[in-house]
Nanobody
Framework: QVRLVESGGGLVQTGGSLRLSCAAS????????MGWFRRAPGKQRELLAI???????TYVDAVKGRFTISRDTVKNTVDLQMNNLEPEDTAIYYC???????????WGQGTQVTVSS
């Protein structure tokens, strides 16, 4: 089974930035896409950003213009640069992969992001 390890979370003030990283135990080009998700307290996990095998990226409206997903196909990592953070961004952040059409149920431990007002 593919192992995913997220890192880079922390505590920042409103308007600050963080860069999250997801390391996969296999080639990320194996998958149709990689994505970043988050689960805020009391809410369901939500998809934030996707980067496809071809390198195309898409974002949900809540993070568009503030977050940027990128990848390193040599290191097999997928990063999420988060700028202009808001308290509403406080959550545990996870990455996942889509072998073909569906996201897996293989979640890592996540990384906690806390944004103080």
């Amino acid at each position: 089974q593919v192992r995913l390890v997220e890192s880079g979370g922390g505590l920042v003030q409103t308007g600050g930035s963080l860069r999250l990283s997801c390391a996969a135990s296999t080639s990320i080009l194996t998958f149709a896409a990689m994505g970043w998700f988050r689960r805020a307290p009391g809410k369901q996990r939500e998809l934030l950003a996707i980067i496809t095998r071809g390198g195309f990226s898409t974002y949900v409206d809540a993070v568009k213009g503030r977050f940027t997903i990128s990848r390193d196909t040599v290191k097999n990592t997928v990063d999420l640069q988060m700028n202009n953070l808001e308290p509403e961004d406080t959550a545990i952040y996870y990455c996942n992969y889509r072998p073909v059409s569906d996201w897996t149920n293989n979640w890592g431990q996540g990384t906690q992001v806390t944004v103080s007002s």
